[in-house]
């Protein structure tokens, strides 16, 4: 009897840990957010610069959100991760 | 008859013809369903729109002639001409994954490469594909794509490791990022669809927040469809760039 109430013990906690660390991974989606502000900043400051070789780069700025946004997602399966496996 | 809106639910693989083989399930899943209608779906679209093979192209020609040039444009700018021979593979790849994240965004239907299982299987191919030519081609001469020109003697070892480290780790995260990309927007999906039902049931004051939800969700389909083909065009052009190391592994 004590020892399925320190077990339901023992889950509980496990779950509180568990939405603890899945609101600690969410923290990855904000660095996520800074890494495209500075990769956005850097385009736009460099296309005002010379707007004429702006749309050349075009598509390695898109290639490089997807990279920088895959962090950030990876960061959010941890969290879903958590919750719900 | 009240269940909670529950997210997972969409990636449970269904057996809807069961096969078995020897104690091997080689059922014809949900998933293997929509393998099936991503084939069919990229032969019907490519087939009749090269069948004419005219000199100025009708409008279905003309897309798959844009499609092809998006490809092959990529594929030689990053591997340049001997890269070429891999045009088939990088477009076969890019045109299987965009139809596949295309197919999962209709309602109801099953999105085949939000399982990892699908993504590990493609980087698989794509990374062996990497290691085995570059030994082919260039021997023991593929070793060299972990010394990277210029670094001082004396920190080379501790370079090297970091290399063949950052090596291994493009399995990991050429499959994990199209699979967390299509995970996570599926159920973000999911779950903001999930408040526009729990909010409306609040009666009328909830009913300003449903419409809130609702209008996030249209939101996030439009987002979702974003990534699904950035998704395609990012595991591609990773492929043309890894693909390109094996070419020509010394810097």
Known sequence: MEMEAATALGNLIAQAGKSIGAGAACMGIGAAGIGLGVLFGNFLSGAIRNPAAADAQFPRLIFGFALTEAMGIFSLVIAFLLLFA | MATAPDPIHQFHIERLIPIEIGGVDFSFTNSALFMVLTVAGAAAFLL??????????????????????????????????????FFPLVFSLFFFILLCNLWGMFPYFYTVTSQPIVTVALTVLVIGLVVVYGFWRNGLGFLWLFVPRDIPVFILPLIVFIEVLSFLSRLLSLSMRLFANMLAGHITLKVFA?????????????????????????????????????????????????????IHPRH
Do not use: H, K, W
């Open chain 2, 48 to 85: 009749p729109a090269t069948q004419r093979r005219a000199l100025v192209p009708s409008r279905l020609q003309l897309s798959a002639e844009m499609l092809y040039e998006f490809v092959a444009g990529t594929v030689r700018e990053t591997t340049g001409t001997e890269g070429m021979r």
């Open chain 2, 194 to 246: 999930g408040f526009v039902v729990s909010l409306g049931a609040l009666g009328a004051l909830g009913i300003g927040g449903a419409v809130l939800a609702l209008i996030t969700t249209v939101a996030l389909t439009g987002l979702e469809f974003l990534v699904a083909g950035l998704q395609a065009y990012v595991f591609a052009m990773l492929t043309c760039l890894y693909l390109n190391d094996a």
